[in-house]
């Protein structure tokens, strides 16, 4: 009986394992495939593993302002494109290009940004962004 329990408890663990992996890398939450451009002034830059977060002020045409957090890929990878701890800092202008969180949420997925001088980053190293994973 004890041996029936745990060979069933050995044969089991390996199903559990999946789950979590796939939840944390699911893109069921942005719009993919549906890009918005918005422009503003960086209020914090986080980079830390599992990813890098940009959090920017958008101002609307009456003058309010929003803030938006866009997602990024983890440091390892947006290093590869250029993208360093010190890209950005507080007061910065930057336009991004990112897929939005489908319940309208100011929530991103980049895709990539202009900084103030110019130059684009791509979000997933070199020039192009990755797509967001399928659900």
């Known amino acids: 009986m004890v041996r029936t329990t745990l060979f069933a408890m050995v044969m089991a663990a390996p199903l559990m ?18 890009e918005i451009t918005v422009k503003g002034t960086v209020n914090e830059w986080i980079w830390s593993n599992p990813h890098c ?27 590869q494109g250029g993208w360093s701890r010190r890209t ?3 007061g910065d202008e930057v336009t991004v ?9 100011p929530i ?9 001088d110019g130059r684009k980053l791509g979000a997933g ?6 797509r967001a994973p399928a659900p």
């Not at 991103?108 to 103030?116: D, E, N, P, Q």
């Open 108 to 116: 991103g997925l980049v895709r990539s940004v202009i900084l103030a």
């Open 53 to 79: 977060f940009l959090k920017i002020d958008v101002k609307d045409a009456s003058g309010g302002v929003t803030r938006w957090v866009v997602e990024t890929q983890n440091p390892t990878t947006m290093t």
């Open 17 to 34: 394992l999946p789950l979590p992996l796939t939840a944390h890398h699911g893109g069921a939450s942005f719009d993919v495939g549906k």
């Open 88 to 90: 950005f800092t507080p």
């Open 125 to 130: 190293g070199g020039g192009g962004a990755p």
């Open 97 to 105: 290009t990112l897929e939005p969180y489908k319940n309208g949420a």
